[in-house]
């Protein structure tokens, strides 16, 4: 099963921008789509962003719209995750997840990075 491993994440003060990265290794696969989730302390897991790899729409959590945006890498099974303007309430764990086929299961699912947004 394809790896995949996040970076990027740190503190940075409010309205600071930081940009994540997602690479899979290991086992060649190609992915459907790709997302980014975040967990903050005390909170469920949320949907941050995704995108179908096959041309689709991005589709974004309310609370980042404007703010943040999610592509993908030339080297095939790569994202990103710009996040701009960003506030206290972001900060989290935020985690790259994919998908291998049609359907409302992650499959593949990075170790998460942190993120940290404070003055």
């Known amino acids: 099963q394809a790896q995949l491993t996040e970076s990027g994440g740190g503190l940075v003060q409010p309205g600071d921008s930081l940009r994540l990265s997602c690479a899979a290794s290991g086992r060649s696969v190609s992915f459907y789509a790709m997302g980014w989730f975040r967990q903050a302390p005390g909170k469920d897991r949320e949907l941050v962003a995704s995108m179908i790899w096959g041309g689709g729409t991005a589709n974004y959590l309310d609370s980042v719209k404007g703010r943040f945006n999610i592509s993908r890498g030339k080297a095939g099974n790569t994202a990103f995750l710009q996040m701009d303007n960003l506030q206290p309430e972001d900060t989290a764990v935020y985690y790259c997840?994919?998908?291998?086929?049609?359907?409302?299961?992650?499959?593949?699912w990075g170790q998460g990075t942190q993120v940290t947004v404070s003055s």
């Open positions: 997840a994919a998908k291998t086929i049609k359907g409302p299961t992650w499959s593949n």
